[in-house]
């Protein structure tokens, strides 16, 4: 019978899972009470985790009875049709192969001089400001909300717009409210442009998608759910990776000599914090076995994926940082059907950041201590507040 | 012979395979399912980077198959639970 401990979700060390969890790893498919009261299954596991979110029998369906840290933050009032992250099997390989195409590697990488300009910009206005600055704001979050903008074919004269309502939606300083208002503004914002590109024929992704006959309202949920999922992550990433490296001067090093090794680093910074592991939980549909123990129908699944890209049967040494370690077997972007739609995207947008700041910057240094540092304990996905540079 | 085959049903278009070994993986320009540019790669460090391919690949839509009779790749079809026979 496994006991019942509470399971805090906060991390006392910004650099390691929070140590409830990595007690777990004695009992890797735990039954836990989560802070809301409910009980759900933790997994610790990596291999059990590959293993739960490859079975169909589990569901991602965000909003069925049982799922576990149900989503609190603002959405649009209006209902929204679930988008792709909730479906289950066969309405999710529909909707996610209907837009894949739009991801791939050839396709992101033609993205690149765009992401360069958006870094270069966002850099130059950082150094034409005052001393310190907060990197979050300055560099962090505007950074993928224009790349999102010009994914989606956002014109630039609304760039603005698209980009302070964004930060609104995801600044918890600002009410919740102003934040509702911000989630619709983005909401009805989506919609009209579609209404744009439906009358004037555009060479982007919802343009593309329309002249492959994607019905409205799909449509405009999937811009949003790419706003949602592809900010404040790698904004998180962007912030985390930074002040790592920072905190790391002979990993900086590293990094400046030789600027090939920059997506090892970047993927050692995704192992390592592991941001969005809540993202992966799961409600079982039936009854299935998982590391020996019986997950009844119904039951949360909760993936601890911070500590399984820990996992010493998976991970030589893993809480150690070694950019050099060259693991790609992290579920940093999850696993199965639903792995990270727009990882590639991310990862190169890391890489940019990281290679461009760092070179451009070459006395950039915290304008904090480690401890006066104010990390997301409170969110479902890690990452910091702010984080004040200066040079 | 070794012969690498992709599960188009079940390839959910990540990339990760690409992004380990683009001598031997490729990504269709329109879905974005993998295309297999070379299924039968001899050079060792090549089938090295191709088992680390299986290996995370998230749609488990990759195998090694050891094989005399050449087979068309996109016919493999695993149960959804079968993980291919070079996992790990
Ligand atoms: C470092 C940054 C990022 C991290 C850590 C991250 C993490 C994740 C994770 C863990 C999932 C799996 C969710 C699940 O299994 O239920 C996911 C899914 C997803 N991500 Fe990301 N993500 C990042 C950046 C992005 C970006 C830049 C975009 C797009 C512009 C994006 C779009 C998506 C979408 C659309 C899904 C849903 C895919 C599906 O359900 O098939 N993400 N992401
Ligand atoms: S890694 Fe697997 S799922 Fe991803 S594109 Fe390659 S074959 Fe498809």
């Known amino acids: ?391 | 012979m070794i012969r690498v085959t992709a599960d188009l049903a079940r390839c959910v278009g990540a990339g990760q395979c690409v992004l380990t070994e683009p001598a031997v993986f490729d990504q269709d320009e329109e879905d974005g399912t993998v295309v297999v540019l070379d299924s039968t790669p001899k050079d060792e460090k090549t089938v090295t980077r191709v088992r680390q391919a299986i290996h995370i690949c998230p749609g488990r839509a990759l195998a090694l198959v050891e094989s005399a009779a050449p087979a068309r790749a996109d016919t493999r079809v695993d149960s959804h639970l079968n993980r291919p026979a070079v996992d790990g």
């Open chain 1, 1 to 391: 019978m496994p006991d019942f401990p509470v399971l805090p979700l906060t991390r006392t060390c910004p650099y390691a899972p929070p140590p409830e969890h990595v007690q777990l790893q004695r009992e890797p498919v735990a039954r836990v009470t989560l802070p809301d009261g409910s009980q759900v299954w933790a997994l610790s596991r990596l291999d059990d985790i590959r293993t739960m979110l490859t079975d169909p029998r589990f569901s991602a369906d965000r909003q069925r009875a049982g799922f576990p840290l149900q989503p609190s933050g603002p959405r649009p009032s209006a209902p929204m049709r679930q988008t792709m992250i909730g479906l289950d099997p066969p309405e999710h390989g529909e909707a996610r192969r209907a837009v894949v195409g739009e991801f791939t590697i050839r396709r992101m990488n033609a993205l690149r001089p765009r992401i360069q300009q958006i870094v270069d910009e966002s850099i130059d206005a950082m150094l034409a400001g005052p001393r310190p600055a907060d990197l979050v704001p300055a560099l962090a979050l505007p950074v993928p909300s224009l790349v999102i903008c010009e994914l989606l074919g956002v014109p630039y004269a609304d760039h603005d717009f698209f980009q302070s309502r964004s930060a609104k939606l995801l600044h918890r300083g600002v009410p919740t409210a102003e934040r509702h208002v911000a989630a619709n503004e983005i909401r009805e914002y989506m919609a009209e442009l579609i209404v744009q590109k439906e009358k004037q024929p555009a060479d982007d992704l919802l343009g593309r998608q329309l002249v492959k006959g994607a019905d409205r309202e799909d449509l405009a949920g999937l811009g949003f759910l790419l706003l949602l999922a592809g900010h404040e992550t790698t904004g998180n990433m962007i912030s985390l990776g930074v002040m790592t490296l920072l905190e790391r001067p002979a990993a900086l090093a590293a990094l400046r000599e030789d600027p090939a090794t920059t997506p090892e680093v970047v993927e050692e910074l995704l192992r390592y914090f592991t941001i969005a592991e809540f993202v992966t939980s799961r409600v079982a549909r039936e009854d299935v076995e998982i590391g020996g123990v019986l997950i009844r129908a119904g039951d949360g699944v909760l993936t601890l994926g911070n500590v399984a890209n820990r996992d010493p049967a998976a991970f030589v040494d893993g809480d150690t940082f070694d950019t050099g370690r060259g693991a790609r077997h992290h579920i940093a972007f999850g696993f199965g059907p639903h792995q990270c739609l727009g990882q590639n995207l991310a990862r190169i947008e890391l890489q940019i950041v990281f290679d461009t700041l760092f070179a451009r910057i070459p006395d950039l240094r915290l304008a904090a201590t480690f401890d006066e540092l104010s990390f997301k304990d409170d969110s479902t996905v890690y990452g910091l507040h702010s984080l004040p540079v200066t040079w």
